[in-house]
Every structure is written in C-alpha cells, then in structure tokens.
C-alpha cells in the first residue's frame, strides 16, 4: 500500500544512524559519575564567582541604605519655620 511513515521518500548521499530507545540509557552513570563530578567542579569555581556576587551584594545593600536616608528630610532644614 506504500511506504510506512519515516521512509517515504529515498534520499541519496545522507546516511543517518540512529539507536534504538530501548537499547540506550537515559542516566547512565548518573549517581556514580554525575554527582561527584558536580560537585567536583562547583568546588573548584566557587573561589572564582562567590567574590564579585557578594561584592555586588554588599555594594547594593550599601546603595539601597543610601538612597533610604537620603529620602528623609532633615530637621535642621525646618528649625527656622517652628
């Protein structure tokens, strides 16, 4: 009746491989190998990204405590007018 779905048409000079879903694992080693190897690599870049996100934290709260204080006003601007 014709050709199943996937193969209707013939394409030459293109090879293309494929695996079968059931002859692949979806987490191979992914306990064993995964996990440690994360933790590997946060260990060793967490001295490089930590410092400049906490500087930033720092420099933002500081600006933040800035800009509240500078909202107030001041009571010596107003002595004259009592």
Do not use: C
């Not at 013939?10 to 979806?26: G, K, M, N």
Request: no cysteine; net charge positive.
């Amino acid at each position: 009746m014709g050709r199943e779905f996937g193969k209707l048409i013939r394409v030459r000079h293109i090879i293309s491989y494929s695996l079968s879903p059931f002859e692949q694992r979806a987490f191979p080693n992914y306990f064993t190998k995964g996990i440690p190897n994360m933790l590997r690599r946060t260990q060793d870049s967490i001295l490089r990204v930590a410092p400049p996100f906490i500087a930033v934290y720092f420099i933002y709260t500081w600006g933040t405590q800035e800009f509240e204080k500078s909202k107030r006003k001041k009571p010596i601007d107003f002595e004259e007018n009592k």
